[in-house]
């Protein structure tokens, strides 16, 4: 079992940046990929950036590349999504969610998810 909690949401502007975190319960976070998605209202959910167990690998939504960054400390049981040149498109609630695989996180197929923090960009 993983419980998993996301801060680091709020209010920017448009070019500004916002560093995403995800704290997980348990000692199992070392195990897991870690992934992050979003969901804007009136939309579905979409994928935004995952990371392997060991954080090697990474792969990110094309809409993200180039300016968003998934990273992890299994030390501390974290992960990471820097946010930068944000747009008003990427205003959305982001959560991060945890896998058995890569794939597993991209197919978005998930058993546990957190609930979410909301980041507001404006114009």
């Known amino acids: 079992q993983v419980q998993l909690v996301e801060f680091g949401g709020g209010l920017v502007q448009a070019g500004g940046s916002l560093r995403l975190s995800c704290a997980a319960s348990?000692?199992?976070?070392?195990?897991?990929?870690m992934g992050w998605f979003r969901q804007a209202p009136g939309k579905e959910r979409e994928f935004v950036a995952a990371?392997?167990?060991?954080?090697?690998?990474?792969t990110y939504a094309d809409s993200v590349k180039g300016r968003f960054s998934i990273s992890r400390d299994n030390g501390k049981n974290t992960v990471y999504l820097q946010t930068n040149s944000l747009k008003p498109e990427d205003t959305a609630v982001y959560y991060c969610?945890?896998?058995?695989?890569?794939?597993?996180?991209?197919?978005?197929?998930?058993?546990?998810w957190g609930q979410g923090t909301q980041v507001t960009v404006s114009s």
């Open positions: 969610a945890a896998g058995t695989s890569l794939s597993t996180v991209v197919a978005g197929t998930l058993r546990f």
């Open positions: 348990g000692r199992t976070f070392s195990v897991y990929a």
């Open positions: 990371i392997s167990s060991s954080g090697i690998s990474t």
